[in-house]
């Protein structure tokens, strides 16, 4: 067990390019999930996967996120000509099982900053 | 939607004394779980809760789930300089929120010796 592994660790982007951030989950870990935490805030969630399949979008998410996990493994979160509201820490967390059984395994995170 | 909260958002305490957070949920849960967060660090899993009134320990943690399944609350005894870090609780609600694990603002806890 390796552990949840994010890449890059930060990003600084100017307002208005693209960015895009890769998550690892625990191998065999079949959901993963995407989260944005900003300073003295609990994590926001922000969208799931089961396998392939991106099961379930919070409805906050702007169309200028977009995330994919095309072979039930690795992820990657788009975010389309960011604002700097965009700033803030970007996790990744997998688990074993339907996430309500089980706990969720977070990675370290890539914290974006838009300036 | 389901919304989780947390109080107090800050506590500060000296070595040894107690410490609780209390966390609400607007809907009934299905579970409740916690998690610690370290300065600098990412969410850590500590506990899940699934029945109504249930209690579980670890060590000086104590963990309850209120009988309405709406609440909860994290009490610490004699508290140490490793227990500093901001706990949060996060809800389940698979009728309102499906899958999505929503979690509250957090309690943060300084100890200082």
């Known amino acids: 067990d390796t552990g949840v592994s994010q890449d890059p660790r930060h990003k600084i982007t100017k307002r208005g390019q693209n960015v895009t951030f890769r998550c690892d989950p625990i191998?065999?870990?079949?959901?993963l999930y995407w989260y944005r935490q900003t300073l003295g805030q609990g994590p926001e969630f922000l969208t799931y996967?089961?396998?392939?399949?991106?099961?379930?979008k919070s409805r906050l998410l702007s169309d200028r996120f977009s995330a994919e996990r095309p072979k039930g493994s690795f992820s990657t979160l788009e975010i389309q000509r960011t604002e700097q509201g965009d700033s803030a820490m970007y996790l990744c967390?997998?688990?074993?099982?339907?996430?309500?059984?089980?706990?969720?395994?977070f990675g370290n995170g890539t914290r974006l900053t838009v300036t | 939607g389901q919304q989780v909260m947390q109080i107090p958002q800050y506590q500060h305490v000296q070595e040894g004394e107690d410490f609780t957070t209390y966390c609400n949920s607007s809907?009934?849960?299905?579970?409740i779980q916690w998690y610690k967060q370290r300065p600098g660090g990412h969410p850590v899993f500590l506990i899940q809760?699934?029945?109504?009134?249930e209690v579980k320990k670890q060590k000086r943690l104590t963990f309850q789930f209120g009988e309405a399944k709406k609440n909860s609350s994290l009490h610490i005894t004699a508290t140490q300089t490793t227990d500093v870090g901001t706990y949060f609780c996060?809800?389940?609600?698979?009728?309102?929120?499906?899958?999505?694990?929503?979690f509250g603002k957090g309690t943060s806890l300084l100890v200082t010796p």
């Open positions: 967390a997998s688990s074993l099982v339907p996430g309500g059984n089980s706990p969720l395994h």
């Open positions: 191998s065999e870990h079949n959901r």
């Open positions: 996967f089961q396998n392939e399949a991106q099961l379930e």
């Open positions: 809907t009934t849960l299905s579970n």
């Open positions: 809760l699934v029945k109504s009134g």
């Open positions: 996060a809800g389940f609600d698979f009728r309102n929120s499906g899958y999505a694990l929503n």
